[in-house]
C-alpha cells in the first residue's frame, strides 16, 4: 500500500508556472508505474503525464510545456508545469499502480485565470 499527498495547486495567471508535487508514504523505487492525471468540472479524469521503467508520456496538449520527473530517494513524483493555459484549470491528481491496486491521492486544485 502507498498514500499520496499532492501539493503546490494554487492559481496561477495564464502563460504562468507551478509545480505540483507527489509525497508517498513508502520508498517509491519499487513502484513501475506513476502519473498525474486531472479532471476539469463536467469533464473526465484524464491523464497528463506518466512515467514507467524511466518512459514518460504525456497527453498531447501538454507537451513541451509539462514536464514529469521522479526522486526516488525523497519518494516524491512531481509535474513541472509551465505556459499554463486557462484549459489547464482542473484538480490535478497524483497516481500509482501496485499491481494489482490502484491508488490515488486528495488531489490539488490548479485554477489559470486572469
Known amino acids: 500500500q502507498v498514500q499520496l499527498v499532492e501539493s503546490g495547486g494554487g492559481l496561477v495567471q495564464p502563460g504562468g508556472s507551478l509545480r505540483l508535487s507527489c509525497a508517498a508514504s513508502r520508498n517509491i523505487f519499487s513502484i513501475d508505474y506513476m502519473g498525474w492525471y486531472r479532471q476539469a468540472p463536467g469533464k473526465q479524469r484524464e491523464l497528463v503525464a506518466s512515467?514507467?521503467?524511466?518512459?514518460?508520456i504525456y497527453v498531447d496538449s501538454v507537451k513541451g510545456r509539462f514536464t514529469i520527473s521522479r526522486d526516488n530517494a525523497k519518494n516524491t513524483l512531481d509535474l513541472q508545469m509551465n505556459s499554463l493555459k486557462p484549459d489547464d484549470t482542473a484538480v490535478y491528481f497524483c497516481?500509482?499502480?501496485?499491481?494489482?491496486?490502484?491508488?490515488w491521492g486528495q488531489g490539488t486544485q490548479v485554477t489559470v485565470s486572469s
Open positions: 497516481n500509482a499502480v501496485i499491481i494489482p491496486d490502484i491508488y
Open positions: 512515467i514507467r521503467s524511466g518512459h514518460k
